[in-house]
C-alpha cells in the first residue's frame, strides 16, 4: 500500500479500522492477539464496516482500498476493478514473517486461515470477477501492473 501512496495514488487498507474480528454467531465485536486457536478461528470471522467504506467511497471517487474480509462478497460491487496478488504460499508466509505492521498471519492457526482465504481470491480469479496479479515479481513491478490497470 504504501508504494502507492508513494506513486500519488489514494489508498487505504481495510485492516486499519475498517475491520474488526466478529463472533460468527452472536455478531460480537471480538479482540484478537496472536496465538488464537483453531476453534476460535472457525467462530470468528474478519468483517468490514461496509457502510464505513461507502462513506469513504462517497468522500472520494478514486480510491485503491487494500485487503480482504469475509463479507467482501457484500462489497466488492462497490468496486469497478478487483485484483488478486497471487503467488506460492512459501512467499506469502516469507513476506508476511517479514512485516512488522500487523503480526497476523505468524501462527499455524492463522496461516491456516490465510490459506483458505487465497483459496477464495483464487476462485474469484477463476470466476472472472478479479484479475489476478503475479505478486512474486519485485514491488516495483506489481505497483506498475495496478497503477497501468487503474487507467
Not at 508513494?6 to 492477539?33: V, Y
Not at 470468528?44 to 462517497?58: N, T
Not at 485487503?67 to 497471487?86: C, E, P, R, S, T
Not at 517479514?98 to 501462527?107: E, I, L
Request: net charge negative.
Amino acid at each position: 500500500m504504501q508504494a502507492l501512496l508513494e506513486r500519488g495514488i489514494k489508498a487505504i487498507d481495510i485492516d486499519a479500522g475498517l475491520c474488526h474480528w466478529e463472533n460468527k454467531h452472536s455478531g460480537e465485536h471480538t479482540e484478537w492477539h496472536p496465538g488464537k486457536t483453531d476453534t476460535w478461528h472457525e467462530g470468528h470471522v474478519w468483517f468490514c464496516d461496509v457502510e464505513r467504506l461507502k462513506k469513504m467511497f462517497a468522500e472520494s471517487e478514486d480510491i485503491v482500498v487494500v485487503g480482504m474480509a469475509f463479507n467482501q462478497d457484500g462489497y466488492l460491487k462497490l468496486f469497478d476493478k478487483v485484483f488478486v496478488l497471487h503467488g506460492r504460499p512459501e512467499v506469502f508466509f516469507a513476506r508476511v514473517d517479514a512485516r512488522t505492521t500487523n503480526d497476523f498471519g505468524k501462527d499455524p492457526p492463522e496461516r491456516r486461515v490465510l490459506l483458505n482465504w487465497q483459496n477464495r481470491l483464487e476462485t474469484m480469479i477463476q470466476q472472472g470477477v478479479a484479475l489476478s496479479l503475479d505478486a512474486e515479481r519485485p514491488l516495483e513491478t506489481v505497483v506498475d501492473d495496478i497503477v497501468s490497470n487503474l487507467e
